[in-house]
């Protein structure tokens, strides 16, 4: 009792509340400066969140305004020089020097109809295609890499900015309380409540300073003020080109001027990776995935370099990340695959191409019931597939290839398990393609090895010979693809597809019912030969045969280079 | 004495409570200032954006169908150039028949020619018979801008000066919390009160005149 009252005397009511008036006077200060601060992040946020929507708009304008340019220059200004170049050499050819000399000088008229067709992107003496990759680097694709690259930096910028501002308002809020409870403490007749009103206050108030002050410290970091963004773009530009040792200058400098930009990691890790240096590939893509980048592509492609390098855990690991966030990217689902077989691992690698064969039918079967069409990648996807089963198998003959043979374990299972899966990948992605459903079945037709020769004809136009052959000279106009064949019958769908250089070249599709009988032997044909012009280009060829999307037979010759 | 202190006191206690009321209607009327200059920067900035739209849908729509007429010349250019060369050549045709050939195939290139000259507009030819694509589309662009607005750049700078004005007087606003700061002080002092009336007014006089200041665009 006496304590109460003597405390009661040395509290004086009115000094506590002119303390408290300058306490409200003073978070009421320190609310405006805050309000200041949210005020200035949330016209910061704005100012970036307008940039992002400016820079996409730019992007997708330029995109159309340059394709547009760049489809005319070549798709017409060049297509007409070109087309004029062999009308000339067809007149020549046949000795109609007039009409000649008529088409090359309508072909040299046609250089001046586009910047593509002069230096430096076209030497219209030595001919040859032009710079296609140049001239789309300079029209438009720098640019529109740099504004792509601003939108995402401005994107940055503002949920950095709207976070703050947002960080804000919750401290104006709590200065709010504060204030309140302030008031409160000044009406209450209780000595004590009063004191932990105040005190209260006094704690929240002290709390949101803190933490506004910790906030305002906090940088946000803009890339496009450090000049990274242009020099990656104009990297880009490079890459597109496959100029990759002057592109990687460029990202070099994109990194040194800002340490964290994982796209610059990325180009590089692409650029280092196609001068053959997977070392620092790894490196790169690890580096981009330490920076942020969490895309699946971004994973597959580490865990391909892994692969590449021998490491088939890591290489399966990965995978099975970037299989998390996007289950439907065959080419991931099939390197996992791959790693898997090369680790040694059958087993899963068949369960898992398993997966990725049902994965193509649900594909195809869910665009068809959408009334759509697959996409492209779902075919390269099938097609990357079986190129690098096709490696593999190389490698273990005896090629040299990455990873070397030394590093596949159990390479005798491997290589039987990597032919089956080979040939049922090779049967799906054409049975998906022609009738939209995967492949069942076998076929009961014999084809005995395809044999590749170059006609010999009479001046009748007869064929009088074959001559067969593995590799052929440059300038070969014709060459025939021979075989044997038991069982077949008419109407069967047969489909000849030709890999130029393990890419396929759709337009060398042979595809028509089977109307040569039961057993026999056959010719198909690959040529332009009624052309004055036409030759087979350098390369390795690889012809496909198919029956009822079944492959039948497979083999290969080689066009020798020009001299 | 006492009774002159009391009501020395009680005035300067009026005062202050009025001064601080004036403060705050100041303070919640440049608030209201700018919030309406932020609402005018967004304004600003949408229209900056419609005419960002506006610019690439013209420049794509442009690049698209200039050079679609520019394709149409390269073909006309091409027969065109095509006939004039047989012509030259119809000359030194060996026969009378080599000569009719020779013709029929100028006839032709000048026909294939005429079919296109009217796939493109004429207008744009030069004397030299080459085009002038950039005219056309320097014209395209032109045309298209006195129906809209294609500079988003002028509207952009306007929504970032608006935006910077709405800050600014966010800090006037700060500096009135000084004045309010002050005035709260005079309650609780013994001795100079005064002089913290004096220095309130002024933080308080200094606010107001920044407002009005960043509002006139002077700051």
Known sequence: MDTHESTSKGFSPEKFNRTIAVLIAVVTLITAIIAYLQSDAAARDDRANR???????EAFGRKVSGDARVNYDYNTAYQNWYELDLLADSAR?????????????????????????????????????????RYEADTYIVEITELRENFTAASVVKDAWDNKANTYIVHITLMAVSLFLFGLSTTISGQQTRWIFAGVGSVIAMVAVIWAVVLYVQPVNDLRDTGAIRSYAQAEGLAHQEKWEEAIELYDQAIAAAPDYANAYLGRADAVGSLG?????????????SRGDKSASTAGNLAWNYYLLGRFDDAIRLNQIALQSAPDELWIRYDLGLAQLASGDVDAARATYDLGMQSAARQVADAKAAGSEPPSYLWWGL?????????????????????????????????????????????????????????????????????????????????????????????????SILFDYEGMQDGQNVLFKVYID????????????????????????????????????????????????HLAQRGGFVINPEG | MEQETANSEGFLGTLVAILIAVVTVLAALITWRASAIEDASGDADYDGLRAAVSAEETRALNNV?????????????????????????????????????????????????????????????????????????GEMWSDAAREKDLMPEAKFAEADSLRSKSTKMMLSIMVLGISLVLYSLVESLEKQKNIMIALGSIAAMAGVSMAVLIELGKI
Do not use: C
């Open chain 1, 502 to 549: 393990g890419e396929e070249d759709p337009s060398w599709r042979l595809i028509a019912p089977w109307e040569l009988g039961k057993t026999g032997s056959a010719e198909k044909s690959l040529s332009l030969s009624y052309s004055d012009n036409f030759v087979l280009s350098p390369g390795d060829y690889v012809v496909e045969m198919y029956i009822n999307e």
């Open chain 1, 383 to 479: 097609d990357d597939a079986a190129l690098q089963l096709d490696n593999l198998m190389q490698t273990l003959d005896g090629a040299d290839g990455a990873p070397s043979a030394e590093q596949i374990a159990q390479p005798d299972a491997v290589y039987e398990a990597a032919a089956e899966l080979f040939t049922r990948i090779k049967n799906q992605s054409v049975s998906l393609e022609y009738t939209g459903e995967p492949s069942t079945g076998e076929i009961s037709a014999v084809i005995t090895p395809l044999k590749f020769a170059e006609p010999v004809y009479d001046d009748q136009g007869e064929v009088q010979a074959y001559n067969e052959g593995e590799a052929f000279d440059f300038g070969a106009n014709e060459i």
């Open chain 1, 93 to 133: 050819n046949r000795g109609d020097d007039e009409a000649a000399a008529r088409y090359e000088a309508l072909r040299d008229n046609t250089v001046q109809l586009s910047p593509l067709l002069q230096p430096p992107y076209f030497d219209a003496a030595a001919g040859g295609e032009p710079d296609i990759a």
């Open chain 2, 65 to 137: 169908n200039g050079y679609e007429d520019y394709s149409a010349y390269t073909a006309f250019k091409r027969y065109s150039d095509l006939g004039d060369l047989i012509a030259e050549d119809q000359v030194s045709a060996a026969s009378e028949e080599a000569a009719m050939l020779v013709e029929a195939e100028r006839a032709n290139a000048h026909d294939l020619a005429i079919a296109n000259q009217f796939l493109f507009p004429n207008k744009f030819l030069n004397r030299d018979n080459s085009y002038a694509l950039q005219r056309q589309l």
């Open chain 1, 51 to 57: 940039d992002t929507k400016r820079y996409s708009i």
């Open chain 1, 277 to 289: 240096d997977i070392e620092a590939a790894v490196t790169d893509f690890e580096a981009a995935i």
